[in-house]
């Protein structure tokens, strides 16, 4: 899963479909598992479902579903898939329950799945086989695909009514617990399963993520509910037992510790009985203790609780439960009472203890000394009973008898959306379920005035006007809201009499949910926010000890005037989408965290640094004229994405996400422009909030008189008049300024505005042609994966980036110098798309990289294919960096077979042992620049990596841009030096034949009938090895992995581990002609071509995983670093909601680690016969998505290398010799100072 | 002759007696006082290390600096660092500044100790361990003139030799660092500071 990383094709899917993005925004990649909870994707029978009308549940016609085609299975059930839920949670996978808030009828999807291409459907349907073979276990009985049960030529397949889903990551292990299960027990074999086939973007408003603590309940009364969906039925897979004695039972439980002997494993406990004893006056209130029921002092006595306090501190009764099912509160001598502890209510509440009942709510729940009532009006209103019939349960789909009401989004009267906010946490039932009881007479104010709670005013009933209502809300108590108080009547039927109420699907949310958050409040440690970096460090370019960095921060602030925002959900058309920090570092190990005024752990952080509003100077490309207007001139007022910036950016740090910063000083020559020669250090980094940033790094010395107008003099020791870590300016570049959702319409997700390619610096010749022209420009790319709104890449001159140049008549500096977008429009100067037929359209880019030849300067870009293109693929641009005019282009799609000259490469994806799908058009890496002689001075050579597994060398023009004629393709001289998915690729050069990726190395395993399947994708930047005792004396490393579809799970992949191969830059590539050897060790002076990356590595949830490398390598003297992670496999503590995961790894307590799990790994003794991995030295390094900097380093034979790189809360670093972190909470083994990875010195030469 | 010869062997071998018990004894010596000195040795061997530590770190940045410097080569070369305290001929690289032949550029300000143009300190604190050190890094010129007559303010063959010290603030003990650095002549356009440590995105910060 993924978050905020919004996939282009999702997205298209959903402004095909004329929906809009909710707000959850997960990213699911091609593999999860949906379970359909709507009546078309799960009720494929008739009749399925019932309609309540006055006490009489009837059946309807089943809709028409879309994509149902033929063979779909009848089979289905809305009620066994929460027990199949509970299975899965019960055994250690996680369930997501996608619900859109921002949905406005009840019939409305929560999301979409998109077909990958036009060629596939957007998923399949997976159904049980007892006989069938299964991959997954090598057992009897298996999970088959069905594709043709999708009608052919469905393009997108929408779910409603709370679907579940299983991430990728998580899908084979749920299709084995499941497959285990199915083999002991047929209750579940008929639930409809369906896999994706495409990555999608699903609303999450939970992550059911381990067995619930049972409910408390006074007398099971909901049996029916927990039968129906099976949940008595479900066993513990780690429980194994032969009788009942082995199976340890939940405290109070009244059916713990019982052994499915037949199946041979134990039941779970999903309820815990309560008795309760009424006495005379409150302080006698009690409930009746079991004996294996803790005992906390104070709390309880052997037989009975006189509390019900919720604490962190452990021992209280909420060791036992988080929820209380008040069942029988009709019966008003089933009280619950806190009178014996000071605000006990309140504390209770405050603390996230939760309450659910049915029925009248009157007298039924009182306070504690001081503390708030409860609806204690006083008065009762009688539910109206639905009928005496039989068994109607909760099941009976909601069809409302007058027409269903329209709301608005974020409606903040009635009518509201039908999944309001305020109703997160449990609005999945109203799709599915209805009729019946409700929740009448709401007590929205108290009758005893100073002890009430106060109400939202968002708490009422669903639907208005229908006797069927559920009130959600959490209550104003003591100043903040807090906690949760449902009451459902939707959900609530009665049947037979006031002792037969089915509610129970809100429970099981409710204490399957590990929440324990208050909207607005202080969360809860566990929860505590999360900062995560996909940005490598920059290092000072004048100071060997500081460096730099930008996170953002994955804690979604509640918004205060919002009632329901719970802080795991991402706010609601919030401005900036997502918040973040930039900082100088300048010890060796730090957290991220603190805002480093006082210099530690950081020196500094813009995040806390940056001016009030009125007092930043931000710049506005104009989307006409392309020339920067400060953003509070008048011409701007009526633009709507100022104004809307205006009324929201405030003193806010856009969160910074996949840029990595340049931090750029000033030099005596080649550029004399203002002050260019005397301009401060500047970082220059690009954010969420679609603004490029300007911060203070080092101060000019001198004093500066603005070049601008000639008056102005900036103090000596400013930049600019800014002191260290300060906001010098910002702009908003054209293109972010048009995906601005206020400018564009069609975009509701501000998530997708991203300045989030690498900064890219150079001084360029603007005039190559004629008497020369140096400016520092300034080159970034934008990744707002919106398909409505393409991405570019901009040039700025920063030579003298003084901040008065903003919104000046005649800036000196600090100019739009050009911006192309690869197809001609919005185009400021020359650019256009003569080279190729099918359009030049830019997609999301990771940057650019300059090519100098002589004087002149070539820009050389990727992206992912457009919205536009025929499928998922990779864009190369050439551009003349001095003008920005499009001179080559080339598009590779990964559909092709033939893709790079090469013959049966794969084109689709191994995404488990089951299903195959289409590469994934993820964001390619940004090439590499070299010239592959030593002491050769111009670019001859752009190496180009790409997800797809190829790496292809570009051959660079020689001489001046402008000489490139109007009808040649300056990149169309391309030669792939390899694949990651041929084996024995043969190739020769000078110094003989050789093989790259030998027998030994990858052969990508055979899925789903697939047999050629693409299984190393390479996501990161090549690095090049220089070294002049070797022949080649220039080597290309290469490190495969980095895209979050490559499984990395062993199942049946034993041998398809993840690589670093070294690469002959100037190789002739893999020939079927050159069958030469092996490059071996004395080919290349020790040198290997190839060192495989561990594939079994434990991660902290017992996940056995391949690591995988999403950064560029980082060369520095002998050495070689990766960052590896389990990332993709271990996605759930990855970027998706970190703060709802529960488990710690074994050790970490607090912040103190990271719940992301990754290793530091150094490549050790690569420079011998027998490299291997040292898997001894590891790091917990978080997201694992960045590079490693390298700061320092010595000769051979005495290396000082430190190694920086960063994780979720934490920058790392590893010593030389490897002696330990500041993080004390794992440890760098020391290695011996002989272990060097790669002979890579060579000087300067 | 014989018995001259042969006593002038003995008289030999008695030296040779000698020399070996001298040398027993001093190794005695040694030994007696290398036990007493062991732990004081062994916090000096850590210091030395990281020292010899810091000087390659400084060595590291100083080649980094001095290869994509806009400063002139020359104009490094004919600051003199003597004058600034730098170890001077013929106790260290260092030459002065003499008035013929003339020197190929103009002294850089702030250069070795202080600031230069470009906001670059080469004298700068770094901590390694517990330890606070500081390493300076300098420039000069390798013996490049074809004559006797050197004129180490003027480089000649693009070729120049990058000096770093470090020395512990506390005990004054130094430890030096260098390497030859080959320039390629062209102002550079390049700046480390970004993705892949400079515009071409190679990932490699030697």
């Known amino acids: 899963m993924r978050t905020i990383r919004i996939s282009i094709l999702a997205s298209a899917a959903i402004l095909v479909l004329g929906g809009r993005r909710a707000h959850a925004d997960t990213d699911f990649q091609p593999g999860s598992l949906v379970i359909p909870m709507d009546s078309c994707g799960q009720l494929a029978q008739t009749p399925a479902y019932c309609n309540w009308n006055a006490g009489s549940c009837t059946c309807p016609s089943r809709p028409s579903c879309a994509f149902v085609g033929s063979g779909y299975p009848t089979g289905g059930s809305v009620k066994l898939p929460f027990g199949l839920v509970y299975l899965l949670a019960t055994n250690g996978i996680p369930v997501n329950v996608a619900l859109s808030s921002t949905k406005v009828t009840l019939g409305d999807p929560d999301f979409s799945i998109a077909q990958p291409n036009s060629s596939s459907i957007p998923a399949t349907v997976l159904t049980w086989s007892s006989s069938a073979s299964n991959p997954l276990d090598g057992g009897t009985g298996s999970y088959q695909p069905h594709d043709s049960y999708i009608k052919s030529g469905t393009t997108s397949m929408s779910y409603g009514g709370g679907s579940f889903v299983v991430d990728a990551a998580y899908a084979q292990d749920a299709l084995r617990v499941l497959s285990w299960f199915n083999r002991l027990d047929n209750t579940f074999n008929g639930v409809v399963i369906h896999m994706s086939y495409n990555v999608f973007t699903a609303p999450i408003g939970a992550v059911l993520q381990s067995r619930p603590r049972p409910v408390g309940i006074m007398s099971n009364a909901l049996d029916d509910f927990f039968g129906e969906t099976g949940i008595p039925n479900v066993l513990d897979q780690n429980a194994p037992c032969t009788s009942n004695s082995q199976c340890a039972g939940n405290p109070g439980s009244t059916v713990s510790g019982t052994c499915n002997t037949q199946a041979g494993y134990c039941r779970v406990d999903y309820w815990v009985q309560l008795s309760y004893t009424n006495g005379s006056s409150p302080a006698s209130y009690s409930f009746g203790r079991t004996g294996s029921m803790p005992q906390p002092a104070g709390v309880c006595s052997a037989t009975s609780c006189t509390q019900l306090v919720w604490d962190t501190g452990g021992g209280n009764i909420d060791r036992l439960l988080d929820v209380i099912w008040m069942d029988q509160l009709g019966d008003s001598g089933d009280w619950v009472n806190w009178a014996a502890k000071p605000y006990g209510l309140d504390d209770f509440l405050a603390n996230g203890g939760r309450l659910f009942g049915i029925g009248s709510v009157g007298d039924q729940i009182e306070n504690g000394t001081g503390s708030r009532r409860y609806m204690t009006a006083g008065s009762t209103y009688a539910p109206q009973d639905n009928g005496s019939s039989s068994d109607h349960g909760p099941f009976c789909p909601t069809t409302f008898t007058s027409s269903t009401t329209t709301a608005t989004a974020d409606a903040s009267a009635s009518p509201f959306p039908a999944s309001n906010a305020v109703l997160q946490t449990g609005g999945i039932v109203y799709d599915i379920n209805g009729g019946g009881g409700g929740v009448t007479g709401l007590h929205v104010t108290g009758s005893k005035s100073g002890e009430n709670p106060s109400w939202d005013t968002n708490a009422e009933s669903l639907i208005d006007g229908l006797n069927m209502g559920t009130l959600a809300d959490n209550p104003v108590i003591g100043g903040k809201r807090s906690g949760w108080v449902i009451y459902e009547g939707a959900v609530n039927s009665w049947h037979g009499n006031a002792s037969h109420k089915d509610a129970g699907l809100r429970i099981m949310y409710n204490t399957l949910l590990d929440f324990n958050g208050e909207p607005g409040g202080t969360v809860a440690s566990r929860f505590t926010t999360t900062e995560l970096s996909r940005s490598s460090l920059t290092p000072s370019p004048s100071n060997a000890s500081s460096y730099y960095g930008g996170t953002f921060t994955w804690a979604v602030p509640a918004n205060p005037a919002r009632s329901g925002n719970n802080y795991w959900t991402p706010p609601i058309g919030a401005y900036p989408a997502t918040t973040g920090h930039f900082r100088e570092y300048t010890s060796a190990t730090t957290g991220f965290g603190g805002n480093c005024s006082s210099g530690n752990p950081c020196s500094w952080d813009a995040a806390v640094k940056i001016a009030a509003q009125s007092s930043r100077k931000i710049g506005v490309v104009d989307l006409s004229s392309g020339a920067i207007k400060d953003w509070q001139d008048s011409s701007l007022s009526s633009d709507p994405a100022i104004t809307w910036m205006r009324a929201q950016l405030g003193g806010q740090l856009g969160g910074i996400d996949y840029s990595t910063a340049a931090v750029i000083q000033s030099k005596q020559k080649p550029v004399n422009l203002g002050n260019s020669q005397k301009r401060p250090t500047l970082a220059y980094v690009g954010a969420r909030d679609g603004l490029l940033h300007a911060l203070c790094v080092t101060p000019s010395t001198q004093s500066l008189t603005s070049a601008v107008n000639g008056t102005t003099v900036y103090a000596a020791n400013t930049c600019y008049g800014r002191a260290r870590g300060e906001e010098v300016w910002a702009l908003l570049p054209r293109v972010a300024h048009r995906m601005m959702p206020t400018t564009n319409p069609s975009l509701q997700d501000w998530s997708s505005v991203n300045v989030g390619g690498s900064m890219r610096v150079a001084d360029i010749n603007l005039t190559p042609t004629a008497a020369a022209t140096w400016r520092t420009v300034l080159f970034f790319t934008t990744r707002s994966a919106s398909a409505s709104v393409r991405d570019s890449l901009s040039a700025i001159d920063i030579s003298d980036p003084d901040p008065l140049n903003i919104g000046a008549t005649t800036p000196t500096s600090l100019k739009l110098l050009w911006e192309n977008d690869g197809t001609g429009s919005n185009i400021t100067s020359g650019a256009n798309c003569p080279h190729f037929t099918g359009g030049c359209a830019m997609g999301a880019s990771a940057g650019a990289t300059v090519a100098q030849v002589g004087s002149s300067f070539y820009l050389v870009a990727t992206s992912a294919t457009a919205a536009a293109a025929a499928g998922t693929g990779i864009n190369t641009y050439l551009f003349d960096a001095s003008n920005g005019k499009l001179i080559g282009f080339d598009q590779m799609l990964y559909s092709s077979a033939t893709r790079g000259g090469l013959s049966a490469q794969p084109t689709v994806a191994p995404i488990n042992s089951i299903v195959t799908a289409a590469i994934g058009n993820d964001v390619p890496p940004p090439p590499t620049l070299l010239n592959p002689t030593q002491g050769g001075t111009d670019d001859t050579m752009a190496l180009v990596p790409d997800p797809s597994g190829l790496v292809r060398r570009f051959t660079m023009p020689a001489g001046n841009p402008s000489s490139i004629a109007a009808t040649t393709n300056g990149l169309a001289s391309i030669t792939t030096i390899f694949s990651t998915h041929s084996k024995d690729q043969a190739y020769s050069n000078s110094t003989g034949s050789h093989t790259y990726n030998p027998t030994s190395t990858p052969l990508c395993p055979s899925v789903g009938g697939v047999s050629n399947t693409a299984c190393e994708p390479i996501g990161a930047s090549a690095a090049i090895i220089k070294d002049s005792a070797t022949s080649p004396s220039f080597f290309a490393v290469v490190a495969t992995g980095g895209a979050d579809w490559a499984s990395s799970d062993p199942i049946n992949r034993a041998n398809t581990q993840f690589h670093i191969h070294y690469l002959d830059p100037s190789g002739l590539g893999p020939t079927t002609t050159d069958g030469g050897a092996t490059w071996t060790a004395t080919a290349t002076n020790g040198l290997r071509n190839v060192v495989a990356l561990p594939s079994a590595i434990t991660t902290p949830t017992n996940k056995v995983m391949s690591l995988r490398v999403y950064g560029q390598p980082a060369v520095s003297g002998n050495d070689l670093f990766v960052q590896a992670t389990t990332l993709a496999q271990g996605s759930e503590v990855q970027l998706v909601q970190p703060i709802l995961y529960p488990d710690y790894p074994s050790g970490c307590t607090g912040s103190a680690c990271t719940k992301y799990w990754g290793r530091g790994i150094r490549v050790a003794n690569a420079d011998q016969a027998g490299a291997s991995i040292d898997n001894t030295v590891f790091v917990v390094t978080g997201s694992g998505l960045s590079s490693v900097l390298v700061s320092t380093t010595g000769a051979v034979g005495s290396q000082a290398v430190t190694a920086y790189f960063m994780g979720s809360n934490r920058i790392y670093s590893v010593s030389s010799p490897l002696s330990g972190a500041a993080n004390s909470t794992y440890s760098i083994q020391a290695l011996s100072t002989s272990n060097f990875t790669v002979r890579a010195w060579l000087g300067l030469n | ?206």
């Open chain 2, 1 to 206: 002759m014989t018995v001259r010869k042969r006593s002038g062997e003995r008289g030999m071998a008695l030296g040779l007696v000698l020399v070996l018990i001298t040398v027993l004894l001093l190794a005695g010596s040694v030994a007696a006082w290398s036990l007493r000195s062991e732990i004081g040795a062994a916090g000096s061997d850590t210091l030395s290390r990281q020292l010899y530590d810091c000087a390659e770190r400084g060595l590291a940045f100083g080649k980094l600096y001095f290869s994509n410097t806009n400063i002139a080569m020359n104009d490094f070369l004919s600051t003199d660092l003597c004058a600034a305290g730098l170890p001077c001929y013929p106790n260290g690289p260092f030459h002065s500044i003499p008035t013929t032949p003339a020197a190929c550029g103009t002294a850089v300000s702030g250069y070795p100790n202080g600031t230069l143009p470009d906001n670059t300190q080469l004298l700068q604190n770094i901590t390694v361990g517990s330890r606070t050190l500081q390493f300076q890094v300098a420039v000069y010129d390798d013996a490049d003139e074809s004559s006797t007559t050197q004129n180490y303010a003027c480089d000649l063959n693009s070729q120049v030799v990058v000096w770093a010290s470090c020395r512990d603030l506390v005990t004054g003990q130094k430890r030096t660092a260098s390497a030859v650095l080959q320039l390629t002549g062209l102002p550079s356009s390049d700046y480390i500071g970004q993705a892949g440590h400079g515009f071409r995105n190679q990932g490699n910060a030697n």
